[in-house]
């Protein structure tokens, strides 16, 4: 089945830093979009993407679609405090109403 | 504005029992309805979808069903519940044939611990 890998698989950051992550797919995908989720919450959708090479802001958050439409990118710029938690990324197919998901990128603050 | 509620927030259920997580869905008509569920420190894996009343799709063979009793309602249920059913459930919806319509957008999420 379609499968999608998410690296990194966690994270430290410093405050004021930029980090980023991505997603690969074995197949194609028309629509990718990016989640985060705090400890005991459902996902917030963050950014929707559905054009190849698509690159879209929302505040200190940048994603793109990946021009082979087989990846995708986000990146955080200046981060704070509040960034802590899980990352997923989510793709369509070309037909259907279903998301797969990417296993999470952990974002931890360091120590 | 749209809004998803789920509940309960929380459950602690022996072994064999049954189970009924509901969701509903306020300020939108004829939304596509999703349960996933969600083991600790993992990904969401898709368990069902519904694109109308009565309308089910099951994407993993469990000891879990799903149903769809009015358009804005969506019911997770089990006869016995297993160990390997605790986890954190969520639902979604999106608009379906809407511009945007494979943005999904997630409720508060059910903790369920079977014991």
């Known amino acids: 089945g379609q499968q999608l890998n998410q690296s990194p698989q966690s994270m430290f950051i410093q405050e004021g830093e930029d980090v980023s992550m991505n997603c690969t797919s074995s197949?194609?995908?028309?629509?990718w979009l990016w989640y985060k989720q705090d400890p005991g919450e459902g996902p917030v959708l963050l950014i929707a993407?559905?054009?190849?090479?698509e690159l879209t802001s929302n505040g200190r958050l940048t994603a793109q679609f990946g021009i082979t439409r087989k990846d995708s990118f986000l990146n955080i710029s200046a981060s704070i405090p509040s960034d802590v938690g899980i990352y997923f990324c989510?793709?369509?197919?070309?037909?259907?109403?279903?998301?797969?998901f990417g296993g999470g990128t952990r974002v931890l603050v360091k120590p | 504005s749209q809004t998803i509620h789920q509940w309960p927030a929380t459950l602690v259920q022996p072994v064999g029992s049954p189970l009924s997580l509901e969701c509903t869905v306020e300020?939108?008509?004829?939304?596509?309805l999703y349960w996933y569920r969600q083991a600790a420190g993992r990904g969401l894996q898709l368990l069902f979808y519904?694109?109308?009343?009565?309308?089910i799709s099951s994407e993993v063979p469990q000891n879990l069903s799903a149903s769809r009793p009015q358009d804005r309602q969506f019911i997770l249920s089990s006869k016995k519940l297993l160990l390997s059913d605790s986890g954190f459930y969520l639902c979604?919806?999106?608009?379906?044939?809407?511009?945007?319509?494979?943005?999904?957008?997630f409720g508060p999420g059910t903790r369920l611990t079977v014991t």
């Open positions: 979604a919806w999106n608009p379906g044939g809407a511009h945007r319509a494979h943005e999904q957008y």
């Open positions: 197949s194609i995908f028309n629509t």
């Open positions: 993407l559905y054009k190849a090479g």
């Open positions: 989510a793709g369509r197919e070309a037909a259907g109403n279903k998301l797969t």
């Open positions: 300020g939108t008509s004829n939304p596509n």
């Open positions: 519904s694109v109308g009343i009565g309308q």
